[in-house]
């Protein structure tokens, strides 16, 4: 350990060292809520699992923890525990997520306690050897993205809808992502139910690089918690176009 590290939470350096192993890590992010972050992370995990790559899917959306309920993850019991927590295989993908803690009662918590939640499960967690590390990122610019682009940097998915409004708060995360000199993948445009263009032309005017779109699937919900339901599914079709474009650019 450095000297200048001495009086810096060491959780931190932990954290900086042991996730330099995996593979890749992705992060999923957006300027707005309810654009499809946790429906694009763990789709994408389960996707990524199901091509055979060794998957991680890390939940820390801590306020509005969502992914369990999509990967169909048993939050009734603690993780089992050997060198830190290990993280259960769910639907093919190892993952972990606040809820086996808070046992879906709210994360009440502001500031510092936040970061502090977060720090912690990234740091007790003990990933096995990882292709990928798929992050649901909570929504907006605030203390997480701040902690997860320092400590971890990954490489930003960011997700929009085809809306003004949502495409407006993106703007803000991508003015951050450049102006921090973070790993941008680029930007992907979810429950795309026009022909529009927009976010596309968008994209252009700002030089960020357009992934692709996932389509507006009103049932997407009836698969949730069952892997093999989900890889039938068209928007399973969507996930795999938008992986090909993000292999191909990394
Ligand atoms: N492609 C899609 N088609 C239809 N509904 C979707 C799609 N993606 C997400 N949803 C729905 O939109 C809502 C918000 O999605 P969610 O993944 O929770 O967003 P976020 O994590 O950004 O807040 C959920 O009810 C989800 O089921
Ligand atoms: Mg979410």
Known sequence: MKKSERHIDPRTVY??????????????????????????SAFSAMYLANEGFKVGLLDLDL?????????????????EEKNGVVPPKVSGVYFMSSVFYSENKPLVVRGKGLNDAALEIMTITNWPNLDYLIIDMPPGLGD???DVSELLTPKFVVVTNESRISMESVKKL????????????????????????????EC???NVPYIGKVGFYPDIEENYGEKDGFLKKDVFKDIAGIWRRIHESS
């Open 204 to 206: 252009k005017n700002l």
């Open 144 to 146: 997480i993205l701040l």
């Open 63 to 79: 306020y509005g923890p969502s992914c369990h309920l999509i990967l169909g993850a048993d939050i009734g019991k603690y993780p």
């Open 15 to 40: 954290v900086k060292t042991k996730y330099r192993d995996i593979g890749k890590i992705i992060a999923f992010s957006s300027g707005k809520g309810g654009v499809g972050k946790s429906t694009l």
């Open 174 to 201: 991508l003015f951050y992502i450049k102006e921090q000199g973070l790993p941008l993948l680029g930007l992907v445009e979810n429950m795309k139910m026009s022909e529009g263009d927009f976010i596309e032309r």
